[in-house]
C-alpha cells in the first residue's frame, strides 16, 4: 500500500465519540457562536403575511392549525378574520346534519360534511341531546337550532306520550365547535319553518299585533273535522271579526340597529330569521309567526299566516319576502320590510303524493319546490306507474310552476331535507330498507340544467349505518360557508 493510511478503528458509539470531542476540544469550541435556532413559522413571518396564509387554509386544515398554539387560534377566531375569508370567497360549502337518533335515545351527534373534500366529520354536542323534532337555520357561520321536543317520562328517547315543547334557541359556532344560548321565542314550537334573510335597516318596519296576549287562539285541525260554519257560525264570525280589525290596527317597530360610525350601504344590512308555523305544546298546529333580531337578542310577534292558509310545512325567503306552502297546496308571501302576509294565486298546482309533502326552497333569487309525483309507465304493456320525486321551478312574472328536473333516486324518505348554497341544491335522504338504513347525499347544478337533469351523487351510505330508522324522521339539515 502507497501513502497515508487514514483507516481508523471506532472502539466508541457515536455518542460516547462526542462526548470525549467536547472534553477534549472545549477551549475551542466557546469560541464559536451558536445560532439560535427557531421552528416556529411566526417567529419569521409578519402577522399580516401569517393572516394572508392561513385565511387561505381550507376548513379542516385551519381547524388543525389552530391547535398549533394561541397566537394562532386567536388570530382566526377574530371577526376580522371570517370578514377576511367571507369576502376572499375562501370559503367552501359544509352540510351540517342534526337530529339523529341512536339505539332509541337523541344522540346529540352532529355529522358534517365537507363538500369540497367530500369528508365526513362527527362532533358531539351533549347540550341537544335528548331533544328532537327541532329546526335548523344559518345566519352567517352559526347555525340555529329552534324549538323542539323532549320527553318527560324517558329523557333522551323519542316518546310522544308525555313530552315538552321548547321554546328555546341555541346557537352552534362551527368554526369554534362551541354553543351558546339565544334569546327564547314567545311561543314554543316543534318543528318550525324557519328562513332567515339579510334586510335593510332603515326602512324595515314590521307589524306587530297590540291584540295578540288579549286574543284567543283558534287553532285549525290538519285534516278531517267539521266546518266551522256549521259547527259554530257565531265563533266563526266573530275570528273573522277580530282578524279583520287586527289586520288593520297594526303598529310599526324598528329593529335595533348597531351602533357603527360607518354609514355605507353593508353597514345598512342586517340579518333576521322568521319562525312561523310548526306544532305548539299540545301538539296543535300553529298559524302564528315570530321575527328574531341578533342584534338585539330578541323575538317579536308578525302577522298570522292568512285565514284556512292550512299548516305550513315548508318554507324560502327570495327578494325579500318570506314564501310559505301549506300542506293544502296554498302558497303565501310576507313581506319582511313591510310587515304584512300576501296571498299568492299560482298556476295549476303541480300534482302530488300527499303522504310527501313539498319542500320549497331558493336559489340564486329563483323558487324551487321539490314534490313527489306519479309517472307514467311510457306505454309499456304490464309496466306499473312509479312514483319520482320533481323538482319545479316557479316563474315569477305570472307566478306559475314549471317541471325543470327529476331527481335520479326513488323517493324512498318521505321527509327528505333538501337546501341552498349559492348555485347548488343538496339533498339528504335516508330509510330502512332489509334491515338497515341507508342514506344518499346529492347535489343539483341549478345553472346546468341543460347537461342532463343536473343531479348527481357526492355521498352514499356514510352516515346512517348504524343509526335508528326514526332519524328519518327526525333529522334536519343546514348549509354553512367555512
Known sequence: MCGKDDATVNCFSHGMREKFFRRNNRKFLTHIPVQPQSNGMNVILPDDILEMCLVRLPMASLMNARLVCKKWRNMTTTPRFM???REGLFQTSWLFLFGFVKDGFCSGEIHALDVSLNRWHKIDSPIIKGRFLFSVATIKEDVYVVGGCSSLTNFGRVDRSSFKTHKGVLVFSPMTKSWRKSASMKYARSSPVLGTSEVNQDCLSLSRNQQNRSERHFYRPRTGGVSD??????????????????????????????????????????????????????????????????????????????????VACSGAICHGSFYVYSETDKLAGYDIEKGYWVRIQTGPIPPRVHEYYPKVITCKDRIFMLSVSWCEGDGEIGRRNKAVRKLWEMDLACFAWKEVSVHPDAPMDWNAAFVCDGEFVFGVEMFKIFGQVLDFVTVFDACGVGNGNGWSHISRNRVAHDLDASSCVTKSMAVVRL
Open 83 to 85: 370578514q377576511i375569508r
Open 229 to 310: 260554519v256549521y259547527e259554530d257560525p257565531h265563533r266563526l264570525s266573530v275570528r273573522r271579526q277580530s282578524r279583520h280589525s287586527l289586520e288593520e290596527n297594526v303598529k310599526p317597530i324598528k329593529l335595533v340597529r348597531q351602533k357603527n360610525g360607518s354609514s355605507s350601504s353593508k353597514d345598512n344590512r342586517m340579518f333576521v330569521m322568521i319562525a312561523v308555523g310548526g306544532l305548539g305544546a299540545w301538539d296543535e298546529p300553529l298559524d302564528s309567526g315570530e321575527i328574531y333580531d341578533p342584534v338585539s337578542n330578541k323575538w317579536s310577534e308578525i302577522q298570522r299566516l292568512p285565514l284556512d292558509f292550512g
